[in-house]
């Protein structure tokens, strides 16, 4: 269950109401899960946790779980008081 505030900034970050539960501890283990692991670590360290300066390139076919891993990564950024935006590649086309 989230609460109001969780809930008001995942709408402010646009984020689709179908990731707002996922976590990853739901994922599978794969190599996907392993990478996206390594990615949040930094993170997930008690008190200074930073965000990776390293950017996430994800990719795949179709119905693998992208989205869903852009929205773990973007959840944890969150969660450390830091902003982001969920934009689709198509919306970008669009400008």
């Known amino acids: 269950m989230i609460n109001s505030h969780a809930e008001k900034m995942l709408k402010r970050i646009q984020l689709p109401h179908i990731y707002w539960e996922t976590r990853l501890s739901k994922v599978s283990e794969c190599e996907g899960k392993k990478i996206l692991t390594d990615w949040l670590h930094p993170m997930s360290l008690e008190g200074s946790g930073k965000i990776p300066q390293k950017g996430l390139y994800i990719y795949g076919e179709f119905g693998r779980g992208k ?20 934009v689709n590649f198509s919306d970008i086309c669009n400008f």
């Open 67 to 86: 989205s869903a891993a852009a929205a773990i990564a973007l959840k944890a950024c969150l969660a450390k008081g830091k902003f982001g935006l969920w």
